[in-house]
T-cell receptor, first 115, second 109 residues
């Protein structure tokens, strides 16, 4: 595997379910990101992990819970979601923030639908 | 607040040239990125500008004017595969990426 992978690619869940999204990067990066992408809206940064430490948490509801067990893996645990949480969830990685021209490499995303 | 503006949608003809504009207002500036995103796929990096001027990379060029808070992405010799959304993102003074909503480019034969 190369680049950034995400599983599952599609997920349909009820509001009472608990599920997890998985991201894995094979680029040797040390920063990982979760974004939410809704139609015709800018990418919304949810969480940032740098050197396995959470450095950003943009007022995301507690029904979203990230986990970064090591620099290659990132999870987003979901529980009691709302229909408005339906969106494309993108994972990205880069070298640690603070360095210029460290572009982010994105995974293909998980298309989440909350019923 | 911080803001990135770009047109929602543009249409162009195969073989032609198109310019996608991006204006920004951010707290500090540490570079501007352009990404391409095909429907249902991951955004992929196209270009990075931190100094004023034009950066050329094959059929794609990106221009930056920091004093005007303005950038554009220029696509030449358009091909059908260029149909995608183009995302403008600015790295602010805290090295956080601020994203525009993207410009959907439709290429017609």
């Amino acid at each position: 595997e190369t680049g950034v992978t995400q599983t599952p690619r599609h997920l349909v869940m009820g509001m009472t379910n608990k599920k997890s999204l998985k991201c894995e990067q094979h680029l040797g990066h040390n920063a990982m990101y979760w974004y939410k992408q809704s139609a015709k809206k800018p990418l919304e940064l949810m969480f940032v992990y740098s050197l396995e430490e959470r450095v950003e948490n943009n007022s995301v509801p507690s029904r979203f819970s990230p986990e970064c067990p090591n620099s290659s893996h990132l999870f987003l645990h979901l529980h009691t979601l709302q229909p408005e949480d339906s969106a494309l969830y993108l994972c990205a990685s880069s070298q640690a923030s603070g360095e210029p021209y460290n572009e982010q490499f994105f995974g293909p995303g998980t298309r989440l639908t909350v019923l | 607040g911080q803001n990135i503006d770009q047109p929602t949608e543009m249409t162009a003809t195969e073989g032609a040239i198109v310019q996608i504009n991006c204006t920004y207002q951010t707290s500090g500036f540490n570079g501007l990125f352009w990404y391409q995103q095909h429907a249902g796929e991951a955004p992929t990096f196209l270009s990075y500008n931190v100094l004023d001027g034009l950066e050329e990379k094959g059929r794609f060029s990106s221009f930056l004017s920091r004093s005007k808070g303005y950038s554009y992405l220029l696509l030449k010799e358009l091909q059908m595969k260029d149909s995608a959304s183009y995302l403008c993102a600015v790295r602010d003074g805290n090295y956080q990426l601020i994203w525009g909503a993207g410009t959907k480019l439709i290429i017609k034969p």
